[in-house]
């Protein structure tokens, strides 16, 4: 990497290089803050286990109701809730590398874990392997000191990010009137609780003849907190965790289904081929304690790249398919991922999936754009690679600040060489289940929305806008006492979403439903981002630097108040968030 | 010389990166900088010592000329002030920082107080244009556009609200819902009984 490329990256000592040579003063946190060096890949890629079932206990009268609800809309009675599900959401201290681990050194994080497990090792939560159709319900304890000190903030509300769900499950950000009352979703520290129902059932379960719309199942969901004003800090000090959906064709079994990678169930290795990883950056001080400037909010970025909790760790492959699923977890770093080896040659990725569940087919590609809650289901056949061949995820976006990264949605600016954010060390070949999934198969196939669908629609426009400091919707800050917009349930919507801030990037994540993108800055959408409707859906689209898009919507099944936001969180956090409610609508099914 | 410079700006950003270090390590939230500046009754005080230690506050910048987005932050602010009734002044103290100490003089600035009708707890704050600028930086009073950064009037619209006891900050848009920027600087008052 040429001194340039360093400065540009901000990579290594390049991030403080790169404040002190912009002149200015030095900001005093985060962006003007270097970690200590770490070496990489000295940490094996940890994968936090799924939580485990207990008991059926009694849920509290707001997840009830919604029970109560479904079951007289027509869900078979006792069907609803299959698992139960206890959480704990508290501070613990983690390694978060092996070099402040030789030193003693533990960061403190707030994290979610199993009820069950007295003491948990990992940064993320457990990871989640739900069934479709089959619910779950989760109780999340809030154990944070009300009195914890330092970034973030103690009371949490968590959404289950990518799932279509009753609202009052939805992690909406804080308490709201709705209907004549008081909504409150939070979970107080100290011990408070909070009853999610996760139902699972397809989009459409109340309306659509086929008994819901089994094109629109998940795969890769996450959970994260989502407390208004302060979802950055609690997300950048640990609450997330990984939520992953099956169903009969994405089977959690390579024996099944389309035989996606993931491991024999018999042989007692389920999973071990079907890894997800979170990637996150962050900023260490000299202790391993993590670093926060709450007076930023262009967009948080960190120095140091943690993928799974750990910073650049390394994954010991054998000579398999993998399918490798990834979720951009930071609050406001871009990626643009790339599978490399050690000279620099990189190869493509076969995609599978992007947030919005399986693609209609497999997709070849060079490189992934990731914005922040973007995810990425893809298969990397390792089989192809010699035993003892060492490869990377490598980002090579330049992004030396909070706003985006550099050049256009087009063309992002690159490097030729990045940062290795993990590394895949392959191992001998062995007997592979799994089908051999190439570009082009059919994997979920769904139809782009028809003309005489998108001719009826309702449409909306909101524009995501500066204004003195802070980011507005239509001009307005975020209030969650009043919607903006309340579309019909089953009513075709068209959301055409405009960027006038100049130079900023903003992701937008809606709640509820999975949308589909019709066009971008006029033009057909970008295959390159693989969001085009017909081949991907998505929740989260990336509006770049003055670009416009325009999605397409149906919402289904569930009424109320759920929010859109921009996904850089310190946008969110600075107001960039807006209430919509589903409304009932006259012969329609809802509840 | 190119070289020179950047070498020095490294040795310059790992010397400041070890006494943020340090000061991350000692204590859980950021540590602002301890600068003196002058009250709008021409008293001298120390940004951290006098106005932020252990206190909790809400800090905007403003100008007394300018006309469109402080005069609706200031009138925002005095419904924050009135929500948060016996607070002010007692758990919670508001301080407005001049983006434009050659013309607001504590005498100006006095004026000022009085025309909009700051209650008790409420400081406007005057000093040196240098540490002012320091402070708006640190605070994240910014705009990474230098043409945007260099128009003051972008730098009316945010409040800073913190409570340095439990090290716990944040930011807002001073044109939110008076109600909400109460309720905002009340949860922070909360964590700190």
New interface residues.
């Given amino acids: 990497m040429t001194r340039r490329e360093i400065l540009k990256y901000g990579s290594m000592a390049g991030g403080a290089l790169l404040a002190a040579s912009k002149g200015g003063l030095p900001r005093l946190y985060a962006n003007a803050t270097q970690s200590p060096a770490t070496t990489p890949f000295r940490d094996p890629l940890p994968a936090p286990p799924a939580p485990m079932a207990v008991a059926p206990f009694t849920l509290d009268q707001g997840a009830l109701d919604d029970i109560a609800r479904l079951e007289s809309a027509g869900v078979p009675k006792g069907t609803v809730i299959a698992n139960y599900y206890k959480l704990v959401a508290e501070k613990r201290s983690v390694y978060s590398h092996k070099d402040f681990e030789d030193r003693g050194l533990k960061t403190s994080i707030w994290g979610y874990k199993d009820a069950n497990v007295p003491v948990w090792d990992f940064a993320p939560g457990p990871t989640f392997n739900a069934f479709i159709n089959s619910g779950d319900a989760v109780r999340l304890t809030n154990n944070l000191d009300p009195l914890d000190p330092g970034f973030g903030f103690p009371q949490l509300t968590m959404h289950q990010h990518g799932s279509h769900l009753p609202f009052r499950s939805d992690g909406f950000a804080g308490s709201a009137p709705y209907n004549g009352a008081t909504f409150n979703p939070v979970a107080a520290p100290g011990g408070g609780h909070y009853d999610y129902t996760y139902p699972l059932l397809d989009p459409g379960f109340l309306s659509d003849p086929r008994g819901g719309d089994i094109t629109e199942r998940p795969s890769t969901l996450w959970y994260h907190d989502h407390i208004l004003d302060f979802t950055g800090p609690n997300v950048y000090k640990g609450l997330a965790g990984f939520f992953r959906v099956f169903d009969e064709l994405d089977a959690a079994d390579e024996t099944k289904g389309l035989r996606l990678p993931y491991g024999d169930t018999s042989q007692g290795d389920a999973g071990q081929f079907d890894v997800p990883m979170v990637i996150q950056d962050k900023t260490f001080a000299a202790d391993a304690s993590l670093v926060f400037d709450p007076f930023n909010h262009d967009g948080l970025l960190g120095d140091k790249f943690l993928v799974n909790g750990k910073i650049q760790p390394y994954l010991d492959v054998q000579g398999h398919r993998y399918r490798f699923r990834f979720l951009n977890g930071s609050n406001a770093r871009f990626y643009e991922l790339f599978l490399t080896n050690a000279a620099g040659k990189h190869f493509p990725w076969t995609v599978i999936a992007t947030e919005g569940g399986l693609l209609d087919h497999a997709v070849s590609v060079d490189s992934l754009l990731i914005s922040p809650a973007l995810r990425f289901d893809v298969i990397v056949d390792f089989s192809l690679f010699p035993q003892g061949e060492k490869l990377y995820l490598e980002n090579r976006l330049v992004q030396d600040e909070g706003r985006g990264p550099k050049g256009t949605f087009e063309q992002p600016e690159t490097v030729a060489s990045g940062v290795r954010l993990v590394e895949f060390r392959v191992g001998a070949k062995i007997t592979d289940k799994s089908q051999n999934i190439q570009p082009g198969m059919t994997l979920r196939h769904f139809t782009a929305i028809a003309s005489r669908e998108l001719s009826q629609a309702t449409r909306r426009e909101f524009v995501f806008e500066r204004s003195h400091g802070a980011w507005v919707i239509n001009g307005q800050l975020v209030d969650l006492n009043s919607p903006m917009a309340q579309p019909a349930i089953n009513g075709p919507e068209i959301w055409h979403l405009k960027n006038s801030s100049g130079g900023w990037w903003h992701p937008i994540h809606i709640h509820s439903e999975f949308h589909r993108v019709l066009s971008r800055n006029g033009n057909s959408p970008s295959p390159y981002v693989l969001e085009q409707d017909g081949v991907a859906k998505k929740d989260t689209v990336i509006l770049g630097p003055n670009s416009e898009v325009e999605i397409y919507f149906k919402f289904r099944d569930y009424t109320g108040p759920f929010v859109f936001h921009c996904h850089n969180i310190e946008h969110e956090d600075m107001a960039m968030m807006a209430r919509f409610d589903v409304a009932p609508s006259p012969g329609q099914n809802s509840i | 010389m190119r070289t020179a410079s ?1 070498l020095l ?2 040795a ?3 010397a ?3 006494v ?3 000061r ?2 000692a204590r ?5 900088p301890n600068v003196l500046l002058r009250t709008q009754d021409n008293k001298p005080v120390r940004f951290y010592d006098d106005l932020i230690k252990g206190k909790t506050v809400v800090i905007s910048f403003m100008f007394t000329s300018c006309k469109a ?1 402080c005069p609706m932050t200031n009138v925002n602010l005095l419904k924050v002030q009135r929500a948060l009734g016996g607070h002010m002044g007692r758990d919670v103290f508001f301080y407005s920082l001049t983006l434009d100490p050659k013309t607001d003089t504590p005498e100006v600035l006095h004026k000022y107080a009085k025309a909009i009708g700051a209650k008790a707890g409420w400081t406007f704050l005057t000093g040196k244009a240098a540490d002012l ?2 402070l708006r ?9 230098p043409k ?1 950064d260099a128009d003051k ?6 409040v ?1 609200y ?1 409570n340095d006891a ?12 008076p109600t ?1 920027i109460a309720a ?1 600087v009340t ?1 922070v008052i ?2 700190n009984r």
């Fill in positions: 950047l700006c490294l310059a950003s790992l400041s990166r070890s943020a270090a340090d991350a390590a859980s939230g950021p540590t602002l987005i600028e320091s930086r640190q605070l994240g009073f910014t705009d990474p556009d945007v009037t972008q730098h009316g619209g945010l800073v913190g439990v090290g716990r900050w944040s930011v807002m848009p001073s044109l939110a819902d909400r905002a949860r909360g964590v």
